[in-house]
T-cell receptor, first 113, second 113 residues
């Protein structure tokens, strides 16, 4: 079945450093890849997404890259701040019209001041 | 707009009891989804709906039933609760078309004793 693997499960960085979270997906027909941020006790919220016809997308301090050949995509956060501390989830959507997302297991990011 | 709301916020059940979780959205979204979130396992899709009157199974549908009698509401039912159903349940919705973003509700924390 469809699967998304996310690594690492936990990541600790110093404030100001960069953080990278990586995901791999199994369904080569996947065409949409969102990233969600979930603060403790809150709902997941979309922070950035990318479609399969684009290799990279950037929004201020966050960027996502996609390698369709290798079926990899990554989240990059630069100049990390304590408020970036949260759980981050990647997801992949297949080509069907159901909109179903398959989520990775999540990465807990801790930014130390 | 309230967005996506969920009722109740927290519930304790005894094994074998039944309950219904309500998800409501006021964004006129066609698609609605029920997920469960467990530590280290990300968000797993239970059931989903692509429109009023339709429902379909996701990754982990066993032990749950759903109904979508009205476009704005998506109900998740547990007929005979089991301790393995202790989890945080999130509802999400999205509009039909190329805008892929799923908007999540605040979650329902369920404890089955």
């Amino acid at each position: 079945g469809e699967n998304v693997e996310q690594h690492p499960s936990t990541l600790s960085v110093q404030e100001g450093d960069s953080a990278v979270i990586k995901c791999t997906y199994s369904d080569s027909a996947s065409n949409y890849f969102p990233w969600y941020k979930q603060e403790l006790g809150k709902r997941p919220q979309l922070i950035i997404d990318i479609r399969s016809n684009v290799g990279e997308k950037k929004d201020q301090r966050i960027a996502v890259t996609l390698n369709k050949t290798a079926k990899h995509f990554s989240l990059h956060i630069t100049e990390t701040q304590p408020e970036d501390s949260a759980v981050y989830f990647c997801a992949a959507k297949g080509s069907s019209n159901t909109g179903k997302l398959i989520f990775g297991q999540g990465t807990t990011l801790q930014v130390k001041p | 707009n309230a967005g996506v709301t969920q009722t109740p916020k927290f519930r304790v059940l005894k094994t074998g009891q039944s309950m219904t979780l309500l998800c409501a959205q006021d964004m006129n979204h066609e698609y609605m989804y029920w997920y469960r979130q467990d530590p280290g396992m990300g968000l797993r899709l239970i059931h989903y709906s692509v429109g009023e009157g339709t429902t379909a199974k996701g990754e982990v549908p066993d032990g749950y039933n759903v109904s979508r009698l009205k476009k704005q509401n998506f109900l998740l039912g547990l007929e005979s609760a089991a301790p393995s159903q202790t989890s945080v349940y999130f509802c999400a919705s999205r509009v039909w078309g190329r805008r892929e973003t799923q908007y999540f509700g605040p979650g329902t924390r369920l404890l089955v004793l």
